[in-house]
């Protein structure tokens, strides 16, 4: 079986079609007009992030590292965001196998739901969050008489996470499952294999890169969640205050905090996605 149709197929929707790995080997230089106006964009991302390590180092923040404030926010936004980013597994890994495989009533919808809170102002989806779960909520007051409170809890940090960060990992997902070959499909139904052995064994293994990449994704957009999480869960320290939080409270007390936040979850972010690329390497040799 040609290993190209093995690894991409058109998405239906545009036509075109949406490769897990790169198709062929890199060319050795690129037009020099192509250039100018790409390093532009790459030194827009770059400088601010080497300014900013070069002067976290500069400014002595490393000692800051062992601060009370600074070890609860970054424990918190471990643990939140890691507990946002394995629910989203449980209930995105599904959602986006059924709009990869399946035409059902509301699918559009769906895919608007999915775009629209991709790019949602994080400060709306707060304000949103706490319009519905809120105590003067519309479903507040149901929630009040089973004796739950979601607002300013350490449940909201995870719910505000989830939010924004979902969509990125069903994407991913999508994409991975949309480019897993049909007639891989269809001769593992020949074969006899039911619906979950289908997806266990075929399906999920073959699509792994992209639900990888789409965890990697959402884990770090959770880390670094901050307007929807101000907003639904506020910001107190040991409960709510996850490390974006903390680093905009640094600004107002002391700076040196706010330094050693930012360089530890630009550190964090950058050690994750490492980790992705190797595993897509690995994957795209394997």
């Known amino acids: 079986m040609d290993q190209n149709a093995a690894t991409t197929r058109p998405t239906g929707d545009l036509g ?22 790409a390093a532009l964009l790459v030194l827009l ?13 500069r400014a002595g923040a490393l000692p800051y590292l062992g601060d009370p404030m600074v070890v609860q926010a970054l424990q918190l936004s471990l643990l939140t965001s890691t507990i946002a980013a394995s629910l989203v597994i449980v209930t995105g890994t599904p959602l986006a196998y059924a709009l990869s495989r399946w035409e059902f009533r509301g699918r559009r919808v769906v895919e608007v739901l999915i775009d629209l809170t991709l790019v949602l102002p994080p400060s709306v989806a707060g304000v949103a969050l706490l319009i519905a779960f809120g105590r003067r909520g519309v479903l507040g007051p149901a929630l009040s008489a089973l ?104 600004f107002e007390r002391d700076v040196g905090v706010a330094l050693a936040l930012s360089v530890l979850l630009l550190l964090v972010s950058g050690v994750l996605l490492l980790a992705l690329r190797r595993l897509e390497r690995a994957a795209g040799t394997g």
């Open 45 to 57: 991302w770059a400088v601010p992030l080497a300014s900013l390590t070069w002067r976290g180092f």
């Open 16 to 37: 075109s079609p949406l490769p897990t790995h790169r198709r062929g080997p890199l060319r050795k230089a690129a037009p020099a007009w192509f250039l100018p106006p």
């Open 147 to 250: 004796g739950i409170s979601l607002p300013f809890t350490t449940a909201a940090v995870v719910m505000a996470q989830m939010f924004v960060a979902a969509p990125f990992f069903v994407r991913a997902a999508r994409l991975g499952f949309d480019a897993v070959d049909p007639q891989l499909e269809e001769a593992a139904t020949t074969e006899g294999a039911n619906t979950w052995q289908l997806f266990r064994f075929v399906m999920a293994p073959l699509a792994g890169p992209g639900l990888i990449g789409g965890l990697v994704l959402c884990w770090t957009r959770a880390l670094g969640e901050f307007g929807a999480t101000i907003l639904f869960a506020g910001n107190m320290p040991g409960r709510t205050q996850t490390m974006p939080l903390a680093i905009y409270l640094g």
